[in-house]
């Protein structure tokens, strides 16, 4: 697969499911949690997780970024979390088997204090814990 950014790269490791999906390498150190040559989850393409440097959006383990989904911000996807969609996480955490679809919105707004904002077509499946705000 070729990449056109420094921060990772879309390696060949398809999705046992998904083929069209494929696990990302870090080039490069990201945030404190990622060294060079770890291997991430799975994205469509790189419009999926952001390819500024000075970003540390990552996507972790079997998570998976795909369709129009936009991961920026400093987000973090781990375990089986999904965006997928028009989905969009600016400086949010998905873990387990979250999912964002649709045009749902995962922000983490300065204004309310960091509180994490839920919106749009947005779906919550299991447990929502601490400070979320969800609008619709």
């Keep these: ?21 494929h696990r990302i390498r870090a080039l490069r150190d990201i945030g404190e949690n990622v060294k060079a040559g770890d291997l991430g989850g799975f994205v469509e393409g ?8 000075s970003d540390s959006a990552w996507i ?4 998976i970024a795909c369709g129009s989904a936009y991961v ?17 996480l600016r400086g949010a955490s998905m873990t387990g088997k979250a ?10 707004d300065p204004h309310t204090m960091g509180t994490p904002i839920l919106s ?8 929502i814990q601490g400070d979320v705000r969800v609008t619709g």
């Design 72 to 88: 920026s911000k400093g987000s973090v996807m781990s375990g089986h979390s999904r965006a997928e969609d028009n989905a969009y």
């Design 1 to 21: 697969m070729k990449t056109s950014n420094k921060k990772y790269e879309i390696t060949d490791i398809a999705h046992e499911t998904y083929p069209f999906l």
């Design 120 to 127: 749009g077509n947005c779906k919550v499946y299991g447990t």
């Design 60 to 63: 972790f383990d079997d998570a």
């Design 46 to 53: 790189e419009h999926n997780l952001e390819t500024e440097l």
């Design 99 to 108: 999912l964002a679809s649709g045009n749902a919105q995962i922000i983490h």
